[in-house]
């Protein structure tokens, strides 16, 4: 009986990690994107939650940096996640060779490899929704302030509207002057281009044809070049002398439009477990998974089509299954900075403005003032990347962001309407108020259901950066679990013939609409947590990181034929970790931490060490420890459990090939017996990438 027991908790775990590795909770992360700035780059990762930055390794300096954050939404991913590369347009000028992100032991973790040793700076976003890293190059490309800078983005968009909008033409000529007349900036090279255009349009043939002839001089080679130089041919195009002159000239190389970007990758993922030396295997799954993405860029305008997906092949499936194919990602997304409007339209992920997770449908944003924009969200609810486009759920929603105000605050107001099937789901109405200034940062949101009357989300983040070396943060989060809907009364229910009901549609065979509201109530619990944590450098090399939390559920009401479920209790949780890099070569990170628990039911603790170490160019490898010790007071249970696993990692160009082995030993003492377990746990891929 014991052994079945185990060996059916081992399937659920399985089965929870087969679902992770299938990309389930690989959705934290938005996009990675790397732009030029006046100071050298800045790489922009965008997460779909709020993460709050704890800290980063090495300080200043380096070619690899190491960043950690810490979920803020209690219901986040608290497991282990594989190594998730990011697909970013790491071209030759980009000065990044990859970007990975890894949750472990509480914390997640974003390396940053980059080509060359690079001074930067790490900084949260206001909404500490984006980690922001800017590169200072040696020689800066361009000589313009970041005031200046900020001017010249302001009378870009101010020339914009004067050329196209309005047809103001000479306006539209003393602005782009006006841009040319600042130090060198990343708009100068747009501002000569729309120059010409406007003497072009203006009539002034000659005017517009020595601008053509400044830019060709300037930017011999570019994506703009080919489309000034047939503007120019145009021009001249009358006379026979010129067209001589022509065919004298060598054309400039003609760059794509579009710039393509992407990986594939096929991984093979197998468990075993040995109870009382009878083995079993609980997992043998082989992912095959693709994410391209296709861009096209001005200083003007972004077009952006994403498609991410896979196939996955259990090997342990009896044919029963038909959820194989997933779609993370499919979407259109375009930006126009200048005239203040983005939209995105496919399947995406958000969690913010109402919005509670993945959707199938359209987001727009448009700016109505310099410090105010309005956004509308219509979609499809996507409880899984395993699922279609499911139209049983909808929803709308208006949004409101203004600021920043006196340099700090900001704020987000949101309303959003949701229905299941012929029954109310969900009416939200919410906001977010942000304050940020370089030592501290606040970010508080509120969702209140206007329609159940009760608060969904009270949340409150502050990062305190007390000096460049300590960061004190804290977090307290009351929130429904799961969020209050009435999909939440769907489970536990049956039919009489013992299927799962699966839509409220169906569930109003068998209740009221005013039963099926309570039994969403019912099955809606509260959860409670506060966390305090910190972190202090003693060297640019070496951090030291803490937290501790405290958290706890509410009972649930017996209702639906569905039993109660008790209370969980305060349970207390404490991690600590020392992070240093170059310990044992150039550019490790090692890392040695320490974990302690307690809860009704049981307490624990236990260490860890774990390093990522560069072999040399292309071989590298990861090699982890975990020791735990485990009590449970209810049943006088007593456990050692062991935890080794080493990666290694193989990558050359675009190519790269994984292998990771990892085992869990355990030892159990009852009062009067004992129980061994084994488990071995092995990943094998390979990934390339294409640009």
């Given at each position: 009986m014991k052994k079945t027991i185990f060996r059916i908790c081992a399937v659920i775990l399985t089965t929870l990690i087969s679902s992770m590795v299938a990309a389930e909770d690989l959705d934290i992360i938005d996009e990675a994107l790397v732009k030029e700035t006046a100071e050298g780059y800045e790489i922009g990762i965008r997460f779909n939650e709020t993460m709050q930055l704890v800290g980063y390794t090495p300080e200043s300096r380096g070619s690899r940096l190491y960043v950690d954050v810490l979920h803020t939404n209690p219901s986040g991913s608290v497991n282990d996640v594989s190594k998730e590369l990011l697909n970013i347009d790491s071209g030759k000028e980009s000065p990044v060779k990859f970007i990975s992100y890894q949750e472990e032991n509480g914390y997640g973790r974003l390396e940053i490899v980059l080509k060359t040793v690079e001074e930067f700076t790490v900084v949260s976003s206001p909404d500490m929704r984006k980690i922001v890293i800017a590169l200072k190059s040696a020689e800066p490309k361009f000589s313009a302030t970041v005031e200046q800078e900020e001017l010249a983005k302001s009378l870009m968009k101010d020339a914009r509207r004067a050329l196209i909008d309005t047809r103001d033409f000479p306006a539209a000529l003393a602005l782009y002057q006006r841009v040319l007349g600042l130090p060198s900036n990343k708009y100068s090279q747009d501002a000569l281009e729309y120059l010409g255009l406007v003497r072009e349009r203006m009539g002034e043939r000659d005017e517009a044809i020595r601008v053509y002839d400044h830019y060709l001089s300037q930017y011999p080679e570019g994506p703009g070049t080919d489309r000034v130089n047939q503007r120019r041919v145009s021009l001249v195009s009358a006379t026979a002398a010129v067209q001589q002159k022509r065919r004298t000239v060598k054309p400039p190389v003609k760059k794509p439009d579009w710039e393509t970007y992407g990986s594939i990758s096929e991984y093979y993922y197998r468990n075993n477990y040995t109870v009382d030396g009878t083995t079993d295997v609980t997992a043998s799954l082989l992912m095959t998974d693709g994410d391209i993405v296709a861009r096209h860029r001005t200083t003007i305008s972004e077009t952006r089509l994403r498609v991410s997906g896979g196939y996955a092949h259990d090997f342990l499936d009896d044919g029963s299954s038909d959820r194989t194919t997933h779609i993370s990602s499919a979407y259109a997304e375009y930006k126009d900075e200048y005239r203040g409007i983005s939209g995105r339209l496919g399947r995406q992920s958000s969690r913010r403005d109402g919005v509670l997770s993945r959707f199938d449908g359209i987001r727009g944003e448009y700016e109505l003032a310099s410090k105010a924009q309005v956004a509308f969200v219509a979609g499809y609810p996507v409880s899984s990347s395993y699922d279609g486009v499911q139209t049983d759920r909808k929803f709308t929603g208006l949004s409101l962001n203004v600021g920043p105000y006196l340099d700090a605050w900001e704020f987000t107001f949101y309303g959003l309407n949701q229905t299941s099937g012929n029954l109310?789901?969900?009416?939200?109405?919410?906001?977010?108020?942000?304050?940020?200034?370089?030592?501290?940062?606040?970010?508080?949101?509120?969702?209140?259901?206007?329609?159940?009357?009760?608060?969904?989300?009270?949340?409150?983040?502050?990062?305190?950066?007390?000096?460049?070396?300590?960061?004190?943060?804290?977090?307290?989060?009351?929130?429904?679990?799961?969020?209050?809907?009435?999909?939440?009364?769907?489970?536990?229910?049956?039919?009489?013939?013992?299927?799962?009901?699966?839509?409220?549609?169906?569930?109003?065979?068998?209740?009221?609409?005013?039963?099926?509201?309570?039994?969403?109530?019912?099955?809606?619990?509260?959860?409670?947590?506060?966390?305090?944590?910190?972190?202090?450098?003693?060297?640019?090399?070496?951090?030291?990181?803490?937290?501790?939390?405290?958290?706890?559920?509410?009972?649930?009401?017996?209702?639906?034929?569905?039993?109660?479920?008790?209370?969980?209790?305060?349970?207390?949780?404490?991690?600590?970790?020392?992070?240093?890099?170059?310990?044992?070569?150039k550019d490790d990170i090692t890392h040695f931490g320490g974990r302690w628990s307690r809860t009704q039911s049981s307490s624990a603790w236990g260490f860890y060490a774990g390093s990522r170490y560069p072999l040399n160019e292309h071989w590298r490898i990861y090699p982890r420890m975990g020791v735990d010790h485990v009590r449970w007071t209810l049943i006088d249970k007593r456990q050692w459990r062991y935890t080794p696993k080493l990666r290694v990692e193989y990558r050359k160009s675009r190519f790269q090939a994984d292998f990771e082995l990892g085992s869990e030993w355990s030892n159990s003492q009852l009062a009067s017996d004992s129980e061994t377990t084994w488990g071995l746990f092995g990943v094998l891929g390979v990934r390339y990438e294409f640009r």
């Open positions: 109310v789901d969900r009416q939200a109405v919410g906001g977010e108020i942000r304050y940020f200034r370089p030592e501290l940062s606040l970010v508080s949101l509120l969702d209140y259901d206007v329609f159940y009357g009760e608060m969904n989300i009270a949340t409150v983040l502050a990062t305190w950066n007390i000096s460049s070396d300590t960061t004190f943060n804290a977090t307290t989060d009351f929130r429904k679990l799961p969020i209050l809907t009435t999909q939440n009364a769907l489970q536990g229910q049956i039919t009489p013939d013992f299927k799962a009901i699966e839509t409220t549609d169906e569930l109003q065979k068998f209740f009221s609409d005013k039963e099926i509201y309570q039994l969403a109530r019912d099955r809606t619990l509260d959860s409670r947590s506060i966390t305090v944590g910190g972190s202090h450098a003693f060297t640019p090399m070496l951090r030291l990181s803490s937290d501790l939390s405290v958290f706890s559920i509410s009972s649930s009401t017996e209702s639906g034929g569905v039993a109660a479920q008790p209370s969980s209790g305060n349970q207390y949780f404490f991690n600590t970790q020392l992070t240093g890099t170059g310990l044992i070569g």
